[in-house]
T-cell receptor
Framework: SQQGEEDPQALSIQEGENATMNCSYK?????LQWYRQNSGRGLVHLIL?????REKHSGRLRVTLDTSKKSSSLLITASRAADTASYFC?????????????FGIGTKLQVIP | DADVTQTPRNRITKTGKRIMLECSQT?????MYWYRQDPGLGLRLIYY???????NKGEISDGYSVSRQAQAKFSLSLESAIPNQTALYFC????????????FGSGTRLTVV
């Protein structure tokens, strides 16, 4: 099963509203990352939150991490039509020389103008 | 120029053919990765390389091989393409350490008929 699982899988909101996406995972992690992907394009790194951090902000983005619940949320405030994209969480459980970054299947966000 | 460049952008090939996907980066990063993306499955790691002499298998390496020609170049080969290798392929780079996310290329859409 997926290490990172986003919820909901699809979200449709009106422009100006806030959008919240959640990510749950199963094992201990070093950090959790959020990415955005416009249709058929490469993923763009949005924000990284380390396991000892609880909240992080970047512009209109707010990420929280609850390691006790093994979950994270991404909040996009005052959404814009240009925010329409898929959003992925990626959990990094790498150790030593072994790479273990696992992506979820994503949340597809539609912002209606 | 893009930080991570993938060629070709699109490719249609026949079952049984050998095909190479190329990736070059100008970030100066040592770490490079190949992922494939399938609808509903998220991104899955095929191979990764921490430097020119270090190549590692990811979770779905069967049917694929890689070559790290230089720090900036990492190519992925399908030795004998099969239809279930039809997918969107991404190359990515990152710095070591847990502070940084990936920089992705724009992807190669591969169709095996």
């Amino acid at each position: 099963s997926q290490q990172g699982e986003e919820d909901p899988q699809a979200l449709s909101i009106q422009e100006g509203e806030n959008a919240t996406m959640n990510c749950s995972y199963k094992t201990s992690i070093n950090n959790l990352q959020w990415y955005r992907q416009n249709s058929g394009r490469g993923l763009v790194h949005l924000i990284l939150i380390r396991s000892n951090e609880r909240e992080k902000h970047s512009g209109r983005l707010r990420v929280t991490l609850d390691t006790s619940k093994k979950s994270s949320s991404l909040l996009i405030t005052a959404s814009r039509a240009a925010d329409t994209a898929s959003y992925f969480c990626a959990t990094d459980a790498s150790s030593g020389g072994y790479q273990k970054v696992t992506f979820g299947i994503g949340t597809k966000l539609q912002v209606i103008p | 120029d893009a930080d991570v460049t993938q060629t070709p952008r699109n490719r249609i090939t026949k079952t049984g053919k050998r095909i190479m996907l190329e990736c070059s980066q100008t970030k100066g990063h040592d770490r490079m990765y190949w992922y494939r993306q399938d609808p509903g499955l998220g991104l899955r790691l095929i191979y990764y390389s921490f430097d020119v002499k270090d190549i590692n298998k990811g979770e779905i390496s069967d049917g694929y091989s890689v070559s790290r020609q230089a720090q900036a170049k990492f190519s992925l080969s399908l030795e004998s393409a099969i239809p279930n290798q039809t997918a969107l392929y991404f190359c990515a780079t990152c710095e070591p350490g847990d502070y940084y996310g990936y920089t992705f290329g724009s992807g190669t859409r591969l169709t095996v008929v």
